[in-house]
């Protein structure tokens, strides 16, 4: 979880790679066919190869409802079981994450294990325009921690936006972001009661 521009979809890609997983998008609007840019969609070359669901599958002009999107979470969660993939769920839709979790129709939360990871980046390193939505996305995360009881797992990843440089930007990525990540997903799986074998690369 966390507000657009701070690394969802990366973070998503590299644990994938990491616990041999499959990403299922939770984002409203990336749902849809086309509005790459719009949207900011990850691209094919970002994909690093992992399959993702739910991203550009829906004909723009369909009626997709919430419980359109936890239908095709079941079936696809259930897919990547099947497989002994990881199902890794990203986007930045709490709307739709959080009608699965707590729907009694769908009872995602006593089927499943979950595993939430908030990547968040203090309003001072980030600029005017996504600091509103940034205050808002927090206040929409606090309200399922303190409300909902969500176990969030909450990595500030400042220092990644305050580098510059490619390589720098890399290592803070990896040392403030994925490394810790690795360890919560790690902990995850081997407290998981899915069989699922972890499988580090």
């Not at 979790?101 to 980046?121: E, G, L, R």
């Amino acid at each position: 979880m966390g507000v657009t521009g701070t690394g969802k979809s990366r973070l998503s890609d590299d644990l994938a790679t990491h616990f041999r997983g499959e990403i299922i998008n939770s984002d409203k609007m990336q749902v849809f066919k086309g509005l790459e840019i719009v949207t900011n969609k990850i691209t094919h070359g970002e994909k690093q190869g992992v399959r993702h669901y739910l991203l550009g599958e829906i004909e723009p002009d369909s009626n997709f409802t919430g419980e359109d999107f936890c239908v095709k979470y079941i079936v696809y969660i259930e897919n990547c079981l099947k497989t002994q993939c990881v199902p890794i769920i990203v986007g930045g839709s709490n709307s739709y994450i959080e009608k699965f979790m707590d729907d009694p129709v769908f009872m995602f939360k006593y089927k499943y294990n979950s595993c939430f990871i908030w990547i968040d980046v203090e309003q001072s390193v980030l600029n005017r325009e996504l600091t509103r939505g940034l205050m808002k996305w927090s206040m929409q995360i606090q309200r399922l921690i303190n409300e909902k009881m969500w176990p969030v797992h909450h990595i500030i990843a400042n220092d990644v936006f305050e580098e510059d440089g490619k390589e720098a930007v890399d290592e803070a990525w990896r040392n403030t972001v994925l490394q810790p990540c690795l360890d919560i997903v790690k902990r995850f799986l081997k407290n998981d009661d899915h069989n699922i074998s972890i499988e580090c690369t």
